[in-house]
C-alpha cells in the first residue's frame, strides 16, 4: 500500500523543502532592503493557493527570508484557493505550506480571486471577516482591498468614501484584476480600469497590487500610481510576459513572491523567486497627496 497521503511523509516533503529553500536563498545573497527596526515590513503573494509543490516551495523561501527580514503581514491578492474549496482544501492550500509564517505570528490578508469561492471569506486565518472588500490600517499605511470579480455601485460608493477619509501618509490598494499589465494571457483590464483608476488617482493612492496573470511585473507609473503584477505565487505561465514601453521590469520563468518595507517617504520593495534569486528591485519616493492629510 502506497503512502503518498500518509502525514508522515507530508511532513517529511514540507521539511525537506524548508531545508532546500534555505540552501537557495542564503547563498543568493543578503535581503536588499534597509531592514530597520520599527519600519512597516509585508510581503505580497497572488494566484498561489494550488496546494502543489511549487507553493510549499515559495511558502518555503518566505519563511526562511522572514528569519531575516520579520515581516508581519501579507497581501495575498486573489486565487487563493484553486479547484474543489472544502475544510481540508483549505487547509491542503494554505494553512500547510504556509503553516511556519503563521505560527509566527504573521497576518495574512486575503483579496478575492475570480477562482476562489465566496464562502472562503469566512475562512478565517485570511483574515476577510466575511467581506467582499474592506480597509486597515498598518503605521502610516492605509491598505483598500477590493473585490473586482463584481464591482458594483455599493462597492464604488464605499470605496469612494473609505479612500476620502483616509488621512495615513501611504495609501495601498490590492485586488486581483491588473489595471495595467502586458501579459498575453490577460493583460489590462481596461473596463476595469474605467471604474476604479479615476478614484485611485483622485483620492492619492501611490500603489496597487494585482494578480491574475501568472507573472511577475512592474509598471512604470500610470497617472501617479505604482502598478505591480504578482501572480506567479504558485502558478506559473512561463513565458507569458509580453513587454512594452509601460514595462518597467517583468519575470516570466518562476515562481516569485515580493517583500516591501516602508520608510517615511520611501517603499523599498524587492522580488524573490521559488529559487531564492532576486529578481528585482527598488524603491518609490511617495509624492504627497491633494487630499489633506
Same mark, same amino acid.
Given at each position: 500500500?502506497?503512502?503518498?497521503?500518509?502525514?508522515?511523509?507530508?511532513?517529511a516533503?514540507?521539511?525537506?523543502?524548508?531545508?532546500?529553500?534555505?540552501?537557495?536563498?542564503?547563498?543568493?545573497?543578503a535581503?536588499?532592503?534597509?531592514?530597520?527596526?520599527?519600519?512597516?515590513?509585508?510581503?505580497?503573494?497572488g494566484?498561489?493557493g494550488?496546494?502543489d509543490?511549487?507553493?510549499?516551495?515559495?511558502?518555503?523561501?518566505m519563511?526562511?527570508?522572514?528569519?531575516?527580514?520579520?515581516?508581519?503581514?501579507?497581501?495575498?491578492?486573489?486565487d487563493?484557493?484553486? &479547484?474543489?474549496?472544502?475544510?481540508?482544501?483549505?487547509?491542503?492550500?494554505?494553512?500547510?505550506?504556509?503553516k511556519?509564517?503563521?505560527?509566527?505570528?504573521?497576518?495574512?490578508?486575503a483579496?478575492?480571486?475570480?477562482?476562489?469561492?465566496?464562502?472562503?471569506?469566512?475562512?478565517?486565518?485570511?483574515?476577510?471577516?466575511?467581506?467582499?472588500?474592506?480597509?486597515?490600517?498598518?503605521?502610516?499605511?492605509?491598505f483598500?482591498?477590493?473585490?473586482?470579480?463584481?464591482?458594483?455601485?455599493?462597492?464604488?460608493?464605499?470605496?469612494?468614501?473609505?479612500?476620502?477619509?483616509?488621512?495615513?501618509?501611504?495609501?495601498?490598494?490590492?485586488?486581483?484584476h491588473?489595471?495595467?499589465g502586458?501579459?498575453?494571457?490577460?493583460?489590462?483590464?481596461?473596463?476595469?480600469?474605467?471604474?476604479?483608476?479615476?478614484?485611485?488617482v483622485?483620492?492619492?493612492?501611490?500603489?496597487v497590487?494585482?494578480?491574475?496573470d501568472?507573472?511577475?511585473?512592474?509598471?512604470?507609473?500610470?497617472?501617479?500610481?505604482?502598478?505591480?503584477?504578482?501572480?506567479?505565487?504558485?502558478?506559473?505561465?512561463?513565458?507569458?510576459?509580453?513587454r512594452?514601453?509601460?514595462?518597467?521590469?517583468?519575470?516570466?520563468?518562476?515562481?516569485?513572491?515580493?517583500?516591501?518595507?516602508?520608510?517615511?517617504?520611501?517603499l523599498?520593495?524587492?522580488?524573490?523567486?521559488?529559487?531564492?534569486?532576486?529578481?528585482?528591485? &527598488?524603491?518609490?519616493?511617495?509624492?504627497?497627496?491633494?487630499?489633506?492629510?
Amino acid at each position: 500500500m502506497g503512502c503518498g497521503r500518509c502525514p508522515m511523509r507530508r511532513n517529511a516533503l514540507i521539511v525537506a523543502v524548508v531545508f532546500t529553500a534555505g540552501a537557495m536563498l542564503l547563498a543568493s545573497g543578503a535581503v536588499l532592503l534597509p531592514n530597520e527596526r520599527d519600519s512597516l515590513k509585508f510581503a505580497v503573494i497572488g494566484d498561489n493557493g494550488t496546494g502543489d509543490r511549487p507553493e510549499f516551495e515559495v511558502a518555503a523561501q518566505m519563511a526562511v527570508l522572514h528569519e531575516q527580514f520579520a515581516y508581519d503581514l501579507v497581501l495575498m491578492v486573489g486565487d487563493n484557493f484553486y &479547484g474543489s474549496q472544502k475544510p481540508a482544501d483549505l487547509d491542503k492550500k494554505f494553512a500547510q505550506p504556509f503553516k511556519p509564517l503563521i505560527d509566527a505570528g504573521v497576518t495574512f490578508q486575503a483579496a478575492l480571486g475570480n477562482h476562489d469561492d465566496l464562502s472562503t471569506i469566512n475562512y478565517p486565518p485570511i483574515n476577510m471577516r466575511g467581506q467582499r472588500y474592506y480597509t486597515y490600517a498598518r503605521k502610516n499605511v492605509r491598505f483598500f482591498v477590493l473585490d473586482t470579480n463584481v464591482v458594483d455601485r455599493a462597492q464604488l460608493a464605499w470605496a469612494e468614501s473609505v479612500m476620502q477619509q483616509s488621512r495615513e501618509e501611504w495609501k495601498i490598494a490590492y485586488f486581483h484584476h491588473p489595471l495595467y499589465g502586458n501579459a498575453g494571457r490577460h493583460g489590462s483590464n481596461v473596463d476595469l480600469r474605467v471604474l476604479l483608476e479615476p478614484l485611485l488617482v483622485q483620492y492619492g493612492i501611490q500603489v496597487v497590487f494585482s494578480g491574475h496573470d501568472h507573472v511577475y511585473e512592474r509598471l512604470k507609473p500610470q497617472r501617479g500610481i505604482y502598478y505591480f503584477v504578482t501572480g506567479s505565487g504558485g502558478q506559473l505561465r512561463k513565458g507569458d510576459l509580453e513587454r512594452s514601453d509601460s514595462t518597467a521590469a517583468g519575470f516570466d520563468q518562476d515562481r516569485t513572491f515580493l517583500i516591501a518595507e516602508i520608510i517615511g517617504d520611501q517603499l523599498h520593495f524587492q522580488v524573490v523567486s521559488r529559487t531564492g534569486a532576486t529578481v528585482d528591485s &527598488g524603491q518609490i519616493r511617495r509624492v504627497p497627496s491633494r487630499i489633506g492629510t
